[in-house]
Structure formats: structure tokens, C-alpha cells
């Protein structure tokens, strides 16, 4: 599978940015998916995560709240929705899939993941 990250840009605080991740191949509901981020100078860490039947999805305690996680299976695309956005936001972004036996567990750790996007950066003002 090939994922293709988008939307990110500049965005001044408060605004909001709708990141895509579309796949090539076979459809997200063979995948569990996670959207994750890496701040300069800092270790990528996990944003979200939606489970390979949508069902089940996580948000990490830093964007509760602001992210959502979701899909359009007919686009073959996911979707991480960000509002009220924050300078602290500021990362280049990726999304990652990983095949899942169990339609309602999602993946948190880095390492769980197989597959990788190129990464969009998400750049945003105070």
C-alpha cells in the first residue's frame, strides 16, 4: 500500500486544518491507521488512531477535544480534522497503516505500524 499525506499548511492559532491520507492499493478496511507527529528537534509521537473497521478510534490528551480521526471508504481516504489549532501543533504530520486481524483494535506505538506517508507539514502562527 502507498499512502499519500495532504492539507497541511500555514494556519494561524485557533484556525483549522483538515490533513487527507489517501491509499493506493488495497482499501483502509483491511488497516488499522494512525496519524502521528514530529516537532523539531523532537520524537515523533502518536495523534490519533482509528481502528481497521473505524469503530474504534483514539486521540492522544494533548488534542482531545480539538483532532478527529475519520474515513471516507468511498474516497479511500482518512481524514484527521484539527481545530482550534495551537502553535504547539506545529509538526510535519504522517499517517501510518498496519494490517489488523481485529476489526475494533487500534495502534498507538510507532513500531506497530508498517507502512508510512511522506509527511505533510502543519505550520501554525501565534
Known amino acids: 500500500v502507498q499512502l499519500q499525506a495532504s492539507g497541511g499548511g500555514l494556519v494561524q492559532a485557533g484556525g483549522s486544518l483538515r490533513l487527507s491520507c489517501a491509499a493506493s492499493g488495497r482499501p483502509f478496511s483491511y488497516y488499522a491507521v494512525g496519524w502521528f507527529r514530529q516537532a523539531p528537534g523532537k520524537v515523533r509521537e502518536s495523534v490519533a488512531a482509528?481502528?481497521?473497521?473505524?469503530?474504534?478510534?483514539y486521540v492522544e490528551e494533548s488534542v482531545k477535544g480539538r483532532f478527529t480521526i475519520s474515513r471516507d471508504s468511498a474516497k479511500n481516504t482518512v481524514y484527521l480534522q484539527m481545530n482550534s489549532l495551537k502553535p504547539e501543533d506545529t509538526a510535519v504530520y504522517y499517517c501510518?497503516?498496519?494490517?489488523?486481524?481485529?476489526?475494533?483494535?487500534?495502534?498507538?506505538?510507532?513500531?506497530?505500524?508498517?507502512?508510512w506517508g511522506q509527511g505533510t507539514q502543519v505550520t501554525v502562527s501565534s
Open positions: 501510518a497503516v498496519r494490517t489488523s486481524y481485529s476489526s475494533g483494535t487500534y495502534y498507538r506505538a510507532e513500531h506497530e505500524y508498517n507502512y
Open positions: 482509528a481502528s481497521r473497521s473505524g469503530v474504534s478510534t
